[in-house]
């Protein structure tokens, strides 16, 4: 049993004997897998049919785009999760590099994104409505729609409850299946027959303008279906060898998932029947896209197969999001944000079944207000996308803490991360931004709303002042309360009266320098931060 080091409090070490609790049993191929599956949920249901609405043929641009945006946030993230390994390391290192006020707002919009896996959740109602029409009605889920998606919700967090190694094994099948169907299902339309002049016929490649392609990002759907990388990072604490495995699973990932969607994408350009596209691609119109489009071929194998298909696809991956809400409400009661009841670990099982419980109750609630797997994925992306920007921040002040120390570098840094992440956080605060004044409006006062929670949980309990606390979390604040107004002033559902593609500009250049403002905020916080680094680390 290691020392006690100097600055490490009772809360602190309680806090490293349940970390030891984890069970380090995951590899390469598993963390890849948790990875693919949570990326491929059922975005790849619905999203190539959003972004043709949004953004017609040019919307293959924004999948391209999604993939080479998202890898460069994730390897921001890769560093963390290779040289700070811990269960639920994106709602931690928030809060070790610029203290209590990021660590809680970011945890609180975190916790909030818990409600993302109730999007999955209502895609698999969706699409079992074409059996149970009662369970799906004018977009929303009916009253036994909701009953039989809570008690999915229960199945899957049945299904969590044992060790890491039985929820491995089986998300590896899923994860198998999850590849076989969309590919299977390129395939087959594409068989089905072509029709030719489809980039460039029904308004052009880009009928709806180049900045169509920046609003599919987010409210078509793509960066929520791309999103999900991060999911190895949630169990560095958890993996055999994170500085080796966890890289490389974060961008296999990405580059497997990037490959699947573009070919959906161009096999429902190619596809979609003429007489379907009177009114432009904004006219295309399904409540089951694929299923319906494989129906209008005469391709009724290919939807049956889909039918079922749309229960395993979003059902692995909300078997793999009830796993990374379990690590990160672990987390955020490691935070402090919630009460260290549900940081208990199961001995037996090395696992956070208290946490389980309390995301199994946020879920059923999430799906109350939000019926629409549109109206979810919007509000929900932008919520993890407060993740991004702050992990941005953590690495490169974590960087220039070590620098001041003259420490050498870290095992496991990423090679360029000093001008990745001041790029990482402007990607980040695009998307927030591109996610349009629509889903906006409630999304960000929605995550604002951490900073009386803040003021509450009595940031002083372990020895620093609130005012030392506001002082260098107040970048984050403002940046949010920045990304508001100019929402409402741009062109992305906004007033308008900051035209494009200025509006784009103007949030990239307030988020390069916010970025700069909080690495010196957070390296200020960690000179006199307490211990809270894992043995290690």
Not at 74 to 83: N, P, R, Y
Not at 285 to 312: E, M
Not at 358 to 372: A, C, S, T
């Amino acid at each position: 049993m290691r020392p006690t080091q100097p600055g490490e409090t009772p809360a602190i070490l309680t806090v490293l004997g349940e970390e030891r609790r984890l069970r380090k049993e995951l590899g390469f191929w598993s963390l890849t897998a948790i990875g693919f599956s949570n990326i491929l949920g059922s975005g790849w249901l619905f999203a190539a049919m959003f972004a043709a609405q949004t953004a017609g043929p040019a919307a293959l641009l924004s999948w391209v785009g999604a993939g080479v945006l998202c890898a460069l946030v994730a390897l921001v993230m890769v560093e963390l999760g290779a040289t700070r390994p811990e269960g639920g390391g994106t709602v931690r290192w928030p809060l070790y590099a610029s203290g209590r006020l990021v660590g809680t707002v970011v945890g609180w919009s975190v916790l909030l994104s818990v409600g993302g896996t109730a999007a999955e959740i209502s895609a698999i109602m969706q699409y079992a409505a074409h059996y149970l029409p009662g369970l799906y009605d004018n977009g929303r889920l009916t009253g036994s729609g909701l009953a039989v998606a809570s008690g999915l919700s229960v199945l899957l967090t049945a299904l969590n409850w044992f060790a890491v190694r039985a929820f491995a094994r089986l998300n590896n099948l899923v994860s198998l299946f999850k590849v076989l169907i969309p590919v299977l299902t390129v395939v087959a339309l594409f068989l089905s027959g072509t029709h030719s002049g489809r980039l460039t016929d029904h308004g052009g490649f880009a009928p709806y303008g180049y900045a169509a392609c920046l609003t599919a990002l987010a409210g078509g759907g793509i960066v929520y279906s791309v999103n999900g990388f991060q999911a190895p990072l949630d169990f560095s604490g958890e993996a055999r060898n994170p500085r080796r495995t966890v890289p490389l699973a974060v961008l296999t990932g990405i580059g497997l998932a990037v490959l699947v969607y573009l070919g959906l994408q161009l096999a429902f350009l190619f596809t979609v029947p003429d007489s379907l596209l009177g009114h432009g691609w904004q006219g295309v119109n399904f409540d089951s896209p694929f299923g319906q489009l494989a129906l209008v071929l005469n391709l009724h194998w290919l939807a049956t197969l889909l039918y079922a298909d749309a229960v395993v696809s979003p059902g692995g991956s909300a078997y793999v999001g009830v796993a990374i809400d379990a690590r990160h409400t672990y987390a955020l009661a490691k935070n402090g944000l919630l009460p260290r009841f549900f940081m208990r670990i199961d001995p037996r099982s090395g696992t956070a079944r208290r946490a389980l419980v309390l995301n199994l109750l946020v879920i059923i609630v999430f799906m109350l207000p939000f019926g629409g797997w549109q109206d979810i994925v919007s509000v929900m992306g932008d919520m993890y996308l407060i993740v991004y920007a702050a992990s941005a921040v953590a690495a490169a002040a974590f960087r220039a803490h070590d620098r001041d120390r003259e420490l050498p570098p870290s095992d496991g840094q990423v090679a360029g991360v000093h001008w990745i992440a001041p790029i990482s956080f402007v990607v980040a605060s695009e998307f927030v931004f591109w996610s349009g004044w629509h889903h906006l409006r409630l999304a960000l006062p929605l995550v604002l709303a951490g900073v009386p929670l803040f003021l509450m949980l009595r940031p002083d309990a372990e020895g620093r002042s609130s005012r030392d606390e506001l002082r260098h979390g107040a970048w984050l604040v403002f940046h949010l309360a920045a990304l508001t107004l100019l929402s409402w002033l741009g062109t992305f559902g906004g007033s308008g009266h900051l035209p494009a593609p200025y509006d784009s500009l103007v949030v990239g250049v307030l988020a390069l320098g916010v970025f700069f403002w909080a690495v010196r905020s957070g390296t200020a916080h960690l000179r006199t931060a307490p211990v809270t680094a894992l043995p290690g680390d």
